[in-house]
Each structure stands twice: as structure tokens, then as C-alpha cells.
């Protein structure tokens, strides 16, 4: 148990710390970032959206911060759950795999650490 609580803790801190540099890097632009082409619906999606994606950038760092300080973290994983498969459907749809691989680590770190605290959840469930 104490292997699966060593790597619970590492995964946590990984996806914490990747959600809060994601989330400051488009706030300050410290590393360069284009989704490149686009579809057509895919651009007229961002520009529908994009007067709230500070938002969501700020609950990103919150929640990066939250699972960071070990804070909440079964709850946390809900709520980053339903932005895991948001950022999954948008890589997928914008047809650049070589850009999804920052979806693809946020998902399966948020699934493995879901699976980990699955005892937690049981009472939602019964």
C-alpha cells in the first residue's frame, strides 16, 4: 500500500504542478504555444469561448494549488474530470496529434488518480 500511496502522491503532485505552469503559460507566455491550424468549428468554438478562458485559467491554478497542497484532492479530481475530457475532445478535434500528448498525460494521470482514491467515492454511489 505504501508503493501505491508514494506514486498517488507523485501523480497528484505531477498533475498539479503541470495544471498550474499550462494554466501561468498562457497568462505570461513564457513558452511559445500555437494550437496551429484549426478546423473551421473548432475556431469559431474558441472565439465563442474565449472572453471565459482566463477563468478558466485561474481554476486550473487553484486546482493545480489545491492538488499540489493535498487539499481536497478526491473532490478536486471530480471537478477536473469533466476539464480533463473537454481538453481531450479539443486536441482530438483540432486533428494535431502532435500537440495532444499534454491532454493525453492530464487524462491518465486524472483516471489513475481517480482509480486511487476510489474508496472515496463509494458513498456518492450507494
Known amino acids: 500500500m505504501a508503493t501505491s500511496t ?42 465563442a469561448v474565449a472572453a471565459y478562458l482566463p477563468y478558466l485559467y485561474i481554476l486550473e491554478i487553484l486546482i493545480g494549488l489545491l492538488l499540489t497542497i493535498n487539499k481536497w484532492t478526491p473532490f478536486i479530481l471530480i471537478v477536473l474530470f469533466p476539464l480533463t475530457i473537454s481538453f481531450l475532445i479539443f486536441n482530438i478535434s483540432n486533428n494535431d496529434f ?29
Open 6 to 47: 508514494n506514486t498517488s502522491k507523485l501523480f497528484r503532485i505531477i498533475l498539479g504542478v503541470f495544471l498550474i505552469l499550462y494554466a501561468l503559460n498562457q497568462f505570461l507566455h513564457i513558452v511559445p504555444f500555437t494550437y496551429g491550424e484549426m478546423p473551421e468549428n473548432t475556431r469559431d468554438f474558441i472565439d
Open 98 to 126: 502532435s500537440k495532444i500528448w499534454t491532454s493525453l498525460l492530464v487524462a491518465f494521470l486524472n483516471i489513475v488518480l481517480l482509480i486511487q482514491y476510489k474508496e472515496k467515492y463509494k458513498p456518492l454511489f450507494s
